[in-house]
């Protein structure tokens, strides 16, 4: 039922986006600050304790309920499979904006293209060129697939919803407060003068922990989508140049796979694109635009679709058994 669920997720989405899921993830975002705001008092125990809160016991919660439904009432399981995948995975957080820079920059509205992209990736993008718009959008389209979709269908396959929802509030942690203390040890303060001390440590750490087998499994579908020589080039002589290698690995193969040089700013909210920010270069071959952005569009749905051919070829031959 797995795939089942995958699949109409995915069809769903694609004809009928529900509010709830963006109402669910502003709800989240104000619950881990709160959260923050309560034990944050720079120490390593407390980031731990509040994880565990936020995270691990809900994941705890849902493997529980969804094994006893599975031998209780099957159906009532595929629901909640479906229910939670629905609020974890979703390709049209990529497709939306991805596709409306695109547009924009085919039709040369460079300022609606940097306007769009500044709203996507949080990031100021006013002296940006549109190649480079196309390289951060391409990097930004990357990250979002590995990380909205690819990796939840792992987690969901390995440990059913609660896989899957684990790895959703990892990442929104990390993003959150693990991003505040990277930003912290690199003597980046934000933009409030937020010094969290090591109370978002832990969540990097576990999140990097979480991540490390999806990122290597989106990286190698990714080389067998495109250009599998190039991508396996990028991913080894690539990596190191940003503290998340777990993202470094999926821009790497990807830009390998597609035939392309992206210089991606590596500054984060708290130290915005500028003179001042340091570039990584994943890739090799062509400068990005428009053109490399519709191949980037359709390395994502044949990564993805060799991905459901596979579980499908798995689950027909655990099925024969």
Request: proline share 3%; glycine share 8%.
């Amino acid at each position: 039922m797995s795939l089942f669920a995958i699949v109409l997720v995915l069809l769903l989405e694609q004809f009928h986006a529900i509010p709830a899921r963006r109402v669910a993830r502003v709800w989240f975002i104000a619950l881990s600050a709160k959260l923050k705001q309560r034990f944050n008092d720079g120490e390593y125990q407390q980031g731990v304790l509040a994880w565990a809160l936020l995270a691990a016991l809900p994941t705890i919660c849902v493997l529980i309920a969804s094994t006893v439904l599975w031998w209780n009432s099957p159906w009532w399981a595929f629901a909640l499979s479906f229910g939670v995948l629905y609020f974890t995975m979703g390709l049209r957080h990529f497709g939306n904006q991805f596709t409306a820079i695109l547009h924009a920059l085919q039709f040369a509205e460079i300022e609606r293209a940097r306007s769009l992209l500044a709203n996507w990736s949080g990031l100021s993008t006013e002296c940006l060129t549109p190649t480079e718009i196309a390289a951060q959008a391409i990097a930004r389209g990357l990250s979002d697939t590995h990380q909205y979709l690819f990796a939840p269908i792992f987690w969901f396959v390995v440990l059913g919803p609660a896989g899957a929802l684990m790895y959703r509030v990892a990442q929104l942690l990390d993003a959150h407060w693990g991003q505040i203390w990277r930003a912290n040890r690199s003597g980046v303060l934000s933009v409030n003068g937020d010094d969290a001390g090591r109370f978002g440590e832990f969540t990097h750490q576990a999140f990097f922990v979480i991540d490390w087998i999806p990122a290597r499994l989106t990286g190698a579908a990714l080389a067998l989508a495109g250009d599998f020589e190039d991508a396996a080039q990028c991913w080894r002589t690539q990596l190191g140049q940003t503290p998340t290698i777990y993202e470094e690995i999926v821009l790497a193969a990807g830009a390998g796979a597609l035939g392309v040089r992206l210089n991606v700013a590596t500054a984060t909210a708290f130290a915005p694109v500028g003179d001042d920010a340091s570039v990584a270069e994943f890739g090799l071959g062509d400068d990005a635009d428009s053109n490399v952005m519709q191949r980037a569009a359709a390395l994502v749905w044949r990564t993805l679709l060799f991905i459901l051919i596979l579980l499908a070829v798995i689950w027909l031959s655990t099925w024969h058994h």
